[in-house]
C-alpha cells in the first residue's frame, strides 16, 4: 500500500516503485482507497483490464482467437487467422497493412488530448504507470537475450497502453478491449499482413 499525503491519489499510484496487487493507496486519516476509486471516471474498466492480464492464460480455443483478432483496433477485419511462431511474427509485423497501421496509431493516441484537457493528466499517467509495472512482469521474455521476444513483448506493451488510456477515456466501447484480452492471454496480434490476419506466440511463450 502507497501512503498519500498532501498528494492526490493519482500522484502517489504513479510514484509507486511496485505494484502489490490489488493495489490500493492510503490517506492521511487511514482511509484506504482502491485503484478504480483512485483513477475516477473509467478507473473500474483500468483495473477490470489488468485483474485480467494478472491471470494466468487460460488457453484460448482457435475461434475465440480469431473472434477477437478480427475485432481491430481500426475495426472490423474480415481475413483468415493466421496463427504463427514467434519468428515469424516479426517478420509478418514488418509487412502488415501502412494504412491499417496509421489508423490504429491514430486512434491509440486519440483520447489522451481529451483526457489532459479535462484536467485528467495526472489520473492517466498513474494508469500508465501501474498498467506498465504490472505488464513488464507479466509479459517479460521467457529468454532475456531473445531478440524477438522483446520485440513482441514492446509491441504488447504498445497495445495495452492504448486499451488503458481508453479504457480511462470511459468510453462505452474500447478499440483495443478486444486485443487487450489476446495481450492477456500471452498472444501478440499484430495485424493484417500479406492476406492473412496475422496472430503470434508473445513474449512468455518463446
Do not use: C, Y
Amino acid at each position: 500500500m502507497t501512503k498519500v499525503g498532501a498528494w492526490r491519489a493519482a500522484d502517489a499510484l504513479a510514484a509507486i516503485p511496485v505494484v502489490i496487487w490489488p493495489l490500493q493507496v492510503v490517506a492521511d486519516d487511514g482511509q484506504r482507497v482502491g485503484l478504480a476509486e483512485a483513477l475516477g471516471p473509467g478507473g473500474s474498466a483500468v483495473e477490470q483490464l489488468l485483474n485480467h492480464l494478472r491471470r494466468p492464460p487460460s488457453g484460448f480455443p482457435v475461434g475465440k482467437v480469431a473472434r477477437l483478432a478480427s475485432a481491430t483496433p481500426a475495426g472490423p477485419v474480415d481475413l483468415p487467422l493466421a496463427l504463427v511462431p514467434l519468428t515469424e511474427g516479426v517478420e509478418r509485423s514488418t509487412t502488415v497493412d501502412a494504412d491499417w497501421m496509421e489508423e490504429v496509431d491514430h486512434i491509440r493516441s486519440a483520447p489522451r488530448a481529451t483526457l489532459v484537457a479535462a484536467g485528467r493528466g495526472p489520473e492517466l499517467e498513474a494508469a500508465l504507470h501501474v498498467s506498465m509495472l504490472l505488464a513488464t512482469e507479466a509479459l517479460d521474455p521467457a529468454v532475456d537475450s531473445d531478440v524477438a521476444a522483446h520485440v513482441a513483448s514492446g509491441a504488447q506493451l504498445w497495445l495495452l497502453a492504448g486499451a488503458v488510456t481508453w479504457a480511462l477515456a470511459d468510453h462505452a466501447a474500447n478499440p483495443f478491449g478486444p486485443w487487450s484480452e489476446l495481450v492477456a492471454e500471452r498472444l501478440w496480434p499484430i495485424g493484417p499482413s500479406e492476406g492473412r490476419l496475422v496472430v503470434s506466440a508473445g513474449a512468455t511463450e518463446a
